[in-house]
């Protein structure tokens, strides 16, 4: 079994839609949570990061953290075409800099 | 702007010739990685610098090396490149080990490595 596990998709919603992303994880060490975005031939970038438990809203992403479940979720609203790409959660400990990623979802928003 | 810079964006390789990967900084970060990701993978971290400590993954083949020469660059080395070598490299920094909050990891652009 993968420390995380993260559906690949692709994901395909039209325009406006409201899309929800998610990674398991096995490993209950696991305290910091991260999202990642990635565009096609482009490195990774940071999107969202969460301590513990909770929710954290920044414009139209929301991520949550449910350690007791070791589920977390990246809810996107008002899907634009611009947010076609893949997303990769990663976590970590926090007592080191090594983070495990999930495969990504590749996410589609069409027009 | 401060970013992480890869050079070569794409790179060709034969079997068996080594081939060097470059990586450079301008956020004066203490920590840089070398991450492998293939098609539809999770990246796979090969090794870490924290400043001149080399940290490397268990299971990282012998065949990758690294160097950090100063603070703002480091390179990849693949000794004798095999057909799975073939991915992207990603390089990343983040400011210091020592917490969480300062663990953000910036990335690179990544080096697609064919090997024919």
């Known amino acids: 079994q993968k420390e995380v596990e993260q559906d690949p998709g692709p994901l395909s919603v039209p325009e406006g839609a409201i899309v929800s992303l998610n990674c398991t994880y096995s490993?209950?060490?696991?305290?910091?949570f991260m999202w990642y975005r990635q565009y096609s031939r482009k490195g990774p970038e940071l999107l969202m990061y969460?301590?513990?438990?909770g929710n954290k809203e920044d414009g139209r992403f929301t991520a949550q953290v449910d350690k007791s479940s070791k589920y977390i979720s990246l809810f996107i609203r008002d899907s634009q075409p611009s947010d076609s790409a893949t997303y990769l959660c990663?976590?970590?400990?926090?007592?080191?800099?090594?983070?495990?990623f999930g495969t990504g979802t590749r996410l589609q928003v069409t027009l | 702007d401060a970013m992480v810079i890869q050079n070569p964006r794409y790179q060709v390789t034969q079997f068996g010739k080594p081939v060097t990967l470059s990586c450079s900084q301008t956020?004066?970060?203490?920590?840089m990685y070398w991450y492998q990701q293939k098609s539809s993978q999770a990246p796979k971290l090969l090794f870490h610098?924290?400043?001149?400590?080399?940290?490397n993954e268990a299971d990282t083949p012998d065949n990758f090396q690294s160097r950090r020469p100063n603070t703002s660059f480091c390179f990849l080395d693949i000794r004798s490149p095999g057909l799975g070598d073939a991915a992207m490299y990603l390089c990343?920094?983040?400011?210091?080990?020592?917490?969480?909050?300062?663990?953000?990891?910036?990335f690179g652009p990544g080096t697609r490595l064919t090997v024919l």
């Open positions: 956020l004066n970060h203490n920590v």
């Open positions: 610098y924290y400043d001149k400590d080399f940290n």
């Open positions: 990343a920094t983040s400011r210091d080990s020592g917490g969480a909050s300062t663990d953000t990891q910036y």
């Open positions: 969460t301590y513990s438990s």
């Open positions: 990663a976590m970590t400990p926090g007592t080191a800099s090594k983070l495990t």
């Open positions: 490993n209950s060490a696991f305290q910091y």
